[in-house]
């Protein structure tokens, strides 16, 4: 079979397509998935440069989310038989991410456990839910499952572009928010006005944490006036102590992820004097998913693709994402 396979670590020319792959064989409480359609996350980047503690075991199949149809059914598969269209929850909980702790989706069939499978409605296509897991798994969890996005909030989204970005803007105008997009060019910035976001700030150009004073006013030490209720931030770096500025007393700065930087400068001035909340939030769960397919399977919402690729030019799409030039979700059908 064709597969996008990881031999070693470093750029991303070390990704080939091979056509010579084995199919995986279902094993005792496994089935055998024929990939329809799987998706990039910045996870993948930090996959193919190799991560300080964590240990790939190379060669690997990459790519963390995917949905397709059961071909195979092993031993002991109880409620699953061939045909049956899934969608699949990346976590193996006896190995770890797929993709990384072993073979994923980029391939044109995928061996998975049975605790992993998720059915898919008949209402949602292969492409929008492999669109989900990952990014919009991870965002249900930070805003709904947290409960931390309430109707009339201000909520300020750095990063707003990508794939968790864009689910972020989706999940809190469906919540009732206001929402301000942070996006590094103006192209991205109007594309996110039209996603539904309130205001767009290109943050090449304009500081967010000055804009959102200026627009809302100073936060106030023992008052509630003034700042944004909510900042989602998962790029950390020099991103943090702003985001910590424009916040309103009590308010929250949400952070799933640090693409720009885990150690950034902190203040913790801020977070004292104006009685600030600072929620972690990690990874999703079965139920996460399971209520995204119900949101898109009832029209409440669509996932964002950027665009679709052949296993062939794979690469490329990552590359994209590695360059921050996409606007939601890069989908691959193998």
Request: hydrophobic share 45%.
């Given at each position: 079979?064709?597969?996008?396979?990881?031999?070693?670590?470093?750029?991303?020319?070390?990704?080939?397509?091979?056509?010579?792959?084995?199919?995986?064989?279902?094993?005792?409480?496994?089935?055998?998935?024929?990939?329809?359609?799987?998706?990039?996350?910045?996870?993948?980047?930090?996959?193919?440069?190799?991560?300080?503690?964590?240990?790939?075991?190379?060669?690997?199949?990459?790519?963390?989310?995917?949905?397709g149809e059961v071909s195979e059914v092993g031993a002991g598969v109880?409620?699953?038989?061939?045909?049956?269209?899934?969608?699949?929850?990346?976590?193996?909980?006896?190995?770890?991410?797929?993709?990384?702790?072993?073979?994923?989706?980029?391939?044109?069939?995928?061996?998975?456990?049975?605790?992993?499978?998720?059915?898919?409605?008949?209402?949602?296509?292969?492409?929008?839910?492999?669109?989900?897991?990952?990014?919009?798994?991870?965002?249900?969890?930070?805003?709904i499952t947290h409960q931390t996005v309430r109707a009339g909030d201000?909520?300020?989204?750095?990063?707003?572009?990508?794939?968790?970005?864009?689910?972020?803007?989706?999940?809190?105008?469906?919540?009732?928010?206001?929402?301000?997009?942070?996006?590094?060019?103006?192209?991205?910035?109007?594309?996110?006005?039209?996603?539904?976001?309130?205001?767009?700030?290109?943050?090449?150009?304009?500081?967010?944490?000055?804009?959102?004073?200026?627009?809302?006013?100073?936060?106030?030490?023992?008052?509630?006036?003034?700042?944004?209720?909510?900042?989602?931030?998962?790029?950390?770096?020099?991103?943090?102590?702003?985001?910590?500025?424009?916040?309103?007393?009590?308010?929250?700065?949400?952070?799933?992820?640090?693409?720009?930087?885990?150690?950034?400068?902190?203040?913790?001035?801020?977070?004292?004097?104006?009685?600030?909340?600072?929620?972690?939030?990690?990874?999703?769960?079965?139920?996460?998913?399971?209520?995204?397919?119900?949101?898109?399977?009832?029209?409440?919402?669509?996932?964002?693709?950027?665009?679709?690729?052949?296993?062939?030019?794979?690469?490329?799409?990552?590359?994209?994402?590695?360059?921050?030039?996409?606007?939601?979700?890069?989908?691959?059908?193998?």
């Open positions: 079979m064709k597969a996008l396979l990881l031999s070693e670590h470093g750029g991303l020319e070390q990704l080939r397509v091979v056509t010579d792959k084995p199919v995986p064989v279902a094993t005792e409480g496994h089935v055998v998935i024929r990939v329809r359609a799987s998706s990039f996350n910045y996870h993948d980047v930090f996959t193919v440069q190799g991560m300080p503690g964590i240990k790939v075991p190379l060669p690997v199949v990459i790519g963390l989310d995917l949905a109880t409620g699953w038989r061939p045909g049956d269209r899934v969608l699949v929850n990346p976590l193996n909980r006896a190995r770890g991410l797929m993709g990384e702790m072993l073979d994923g989706g980029m391939a044109e069939y995928c061996l998975v456990a049975q605790d992993q499978l998720i059915a898919l409605p008949d209402a949602v296509g292969f492409d929008a839910a492999a669109a989900l897991p990952v990014a919009y798994g991870t965002a249900h969890r930070m805003l201000r909520v300020l989204i750095l990063g707003a572009s990508g794939g968790v970005g864009t689910a972020s803007v989706i999940l809190a105008k469906l919540l009732g928010a206001e929402v301000i997009a942070c996006a590094g060019s103006e192209a991205k910035a109007q594309a996110l006005k039209a996603l539904g976001a309130d205001h767009v700030i290109n943050y090449r150009e304009t500081d967010f944490s000055k804009w959102a004073i200026a627009r809302y006013g100073k936060p106030q030490r023992r008052t509630n006036e003034g700042g944004v209720d909510v900042v989602v931030n998962f790029t950390g770096g020099d991103t943090w102590v702003p985001s910590l500025k424009c916040l309103k007393r009590g308010g929250t700065l949400l952070v799933c992820g640090a693409t720009a930087g885990h150690d950034p400068k902190e203040d913790l001035r801020y977070v004292w004097s104006f009685e600030l909340n600072i929620k972690g939030s990690n990874s999703f769960y079965d139920d996460n998913l399971k209520a995204l397919l119900d949101l898109v399977a009832e029209g409440r919402m669509a996932p964002l693709i950027d665009r679709r690729l052949p296993l062939e030019q794979a690469a490329d799409g990552l590359a994209l994402i590695r360059d921050r030039e996409v606007l939601g979700k890069v989908i691959v059908n193998p």
